[in-house]
């Protein structure tokens, strides 16, 4: 019974400490799905530059190969954006656009 409970307390430790990783990408579409549709927030005074998106795959290794299955990754929405009174540059970053509508960083440029 000592032994079982020791290994229970040592099973539960380890998988605490082990996240799994966050995946943000998208679900995949299928022949009868809509399209989604996602709303941004974008700081006031910002006029839009460019927008790009990006997805960055998780790579498994299995026996000493490394593959992508396409299923875990993070999917961002970079917004590059100009204010329009001071012409100060912003880089917009936005994460799990499914979730959170507001950018998750602000990259503010300024001259020294």
Known sequence: MRKLWLFLLINTSLTACLEPPLVTLPPEPSATSRPIETTLYIPYGLIIQ?????????????EGD????????????HVHAIHRKTGVQYLLVYENTPVQSRPVQIFKFEEE
Do not use: C, N, P, W
């Open 50 to 62: 460019s927008v790009a998106y990006d997805v960055e795959f998780y790579t498994s290794s299995s």
């Open 66 to 77: 490394t593959y992508d299955d396409g299923k875990l990754g993070r999917s961002f929405i």
